[in-house]
């Protein structure tokens, strides 16, 4: 036992902390408990735990909204042919200048 505070643990007392006149057998030494780092873990944990399933909740509901306009854009994009009118087929018409027999400048 080198070091003195292993020494008041188990239990020898050093003359020198006995003052002068006391009887040895009446001297009690009272040890503090040792610091328990139970509290402190438990609460970093609970913090990590915390952020994590926040972060997991924010994710989820901004993947189900995207889910949502993703959905919501392909019916669309179903629907508007038939809401402008021609069951789903769009023409456009190209007019094109009447030839008067007179053929086109050939590009050189």
Same mark, same amino acid.
């Given at each position: 036992?080198?070091?003195?505070? =292993? ?7 050093? +003359? ?16 503090? @408990?040792?610091?328990? &780092? ?7 944990? +609970? ?8 972060? &997991?909740?924010?994710? @989820? ?7 949502? =306009?993703?959905?919501? =854009? #392909?019916?669309?994009?179903? @629907?508007?042919? =038939? #809401? ?8 456009? @018409? ?15």
């Amino acid at each position: 036992m080198i070091r003195p505070d =292993a020494q008041l643990r188990a239990g020898h007392i050093p +003359a020198d902390l006995i003052p002068p006149g006391t009887d040895p057998r009446t001297v009690v030494i009272v040890h503090t @408990a040792p610091r328990s &780092y139970t509290g402190p873990v438990l609460l970093i944990l +609970a913090g990590t735990v915390g952020v994590g399933a926040t972060v &997991y909740l924010v994710t @989820a509901a901004v993947l189900s909204l995207l889910q949502v =306009a993703a959905t919501t =854009a #392909l019916a669309l994009k179903a @629907a508007i042919p =038939a #809401l402008i009118g021609g069951g789903g087929l769009i023409s456009f @018409a190209i007019k094109a200048p009447k030839s008067s027999g007179k053929s086109l400048p050939k590009k050189r």
